[in-house]
């Protein structure tokens, strides 16, 4: 079997169709959710003759799921991607005209991650035309709420876990610039409190301060905690960070603090268990308090917790999938990342993972948000290729 033509007009207007959308996620302001985008990819793939299913997540928010059979009965590969949003609050471009100047498609979730999303859809519509007895069946997953919660590829993972869906491995939509990212951090979110006693700022000897007292916690998280981190070294995506992220403290100009919160976004490494590192810094801000006259203090629970993700160069699919985009752009090649993505909550179900996709993270989010629509085309000409040609054996 040769290649299969994908028509760059037809990735023009999925793209264009898609971000005329609106799908911000509920979380964020102006959030009104996936359903659209949903109704859009279960009808396309159905135009094609592509069955789906709806995987409801929560009301009104469903994972679309197209399956594209293999001559073979079996395991399939998965492609995946997110279909909701962030905010368009401060965007310098109507979010939803999809305009192109100078091959470039401008609009939310252009790039983030409408792009990937319409390769794969192309990809689908384009490998069940031609009417081939695919060596692979391939499943595209159109999931809810990456932006947020990770509830859509929550659901999806453990439909895997139960039986109910079996996959060789995964590609997952997200911007990189078609280079294949096989590793990227996790995170651990939380809240360190301070907990002071006020009184009238004019006597502050009276008091307990809780923003002088937090300083002390910074101090220690800069100049004691992030140093070891130099000893967890991961050759793709190098040492773990922190970053207080938020500060909040005091009730007014005349009065003593009572109390001060900060956040913590602490990125992991693969091999790194977030609620082991949560529980390091406990462990280390409670020696702090023992040591520190007049501090007390609180580290919070998580309140979000993300892992690591990592597959090894040599698996089948990366080197497979690194075959068929050679095919169409030059110079790609196995990356890390520092951001997280659905890829690990698949990988934790035992499905080796690639992330994968057109544009570049820098565009994400951004004002003008945009994508090279050239990109979008060879995203779907490389995945259609990956199934067409693929390995069960990995040679």
């Not at 490494?269 to 949560?278: A, I, K, Q, S």
Request: charged residues 20%.
């Amino acid at each position: 079997m040769g290649q299969l033509k994908i028509d760059a007009a037809e990735i023009a207007r999925v793209l264009h169709e898609l971000v005329a959308i609106p799908s911000v996620n509920p979380a964020f302001d102006g959030g009104c959710g996936e359903a659209g985008v949903a109704e859009y990819v279960k009808h396309y793939l159905e135009e094609q003759g592509i069955s789906c299913i709806e995987q409801p997540v929560e009301p009104g928010r469903s994972n679309i799921i197209g399956m594209l059979p293999g001559a073979v009965p079996g395991p399939v590969l998965l492609l995946e991607a997110h279909m909701d949003t962030v905010q368009i609050t401060g965007m310098t471009i109507d979010p939803y005209a999809g305009s192109v100047i100078d091959g470039k498609l401008y609009g939310r979730g252009a790039c983030d991650t409408k792009g990937s999303l319409a390769a794969m859809l192309v990809a689908m519509g384009t490998l069940g035309r031609s009417g081939l007895a695919l060596p692979v069946g391939v499943h595209l997953a159109a999931v809810v709420d990456e932006e947020y919660r990770y509830k859509g590829v929550s659901r999806l993972a453990e439909a895997i876990s139960s039986g109910g869906l079996g996959y060789l491995g995964a590609i997952v939509g997200e911007p990189t610039g078609l280079h294949r990212v096989i590793a990227h951090k996790g995170c651990v979110r939380f809240y360190i409190d301070v907990h002071g006693r006020p009184g009238h700022s004019s006597e502050p000897d009276k008091g307990v301060n809780a923003i002088e007292q937090m300083a002390e916690v910074i101090r220690c998280l800069k100049e004691e905690i992030a140093p070891s981190y130099l000893r967890q070294h991961h050759p793709l995506l190098g040492a773990p960070t922190h970053c207080i992220s938020e500060i909040t403290g005091g009730a007014a100009p005349n009065t003593i603090p009572g109390s001060c919160r900060i956040t913590i976004d602490r990125r992991t490494v693969p091999g790194e268990e977030p609620l082991e590192v949560w529980q390091g810094f406990r462990e280390r801000l409670r020696e702090l308090e023992r040591m520190t006259p007049g501090l007390r203090l609180t580290v919070q629970e998580p309140f979000i917790i993300d892992y690591a993700m990592e597959t090894s160069a040599g698996h089948p699919l990366v080197r497979q999938l690194a075959a068929a985009v050679g095919g169409y752009a030059a110079g790609r090649g196995e990356h890390g990342a520092a951001y997280g993505t659905d890829a690990s909550k698949l990988a934790r179900v035992s499905v080796p993972s690639v992330v994968f996709g057109p544009g570049g993270i820098g565009q994400a989010h951004t004002a003008n948000e945009w994508v090279l629509l050239h990109e979008v085309e060879s995203a779907a000409s490389a995945l259609a290729d990956l199934v067409l040609h693929y390995r069960r054996d990995g040679l």
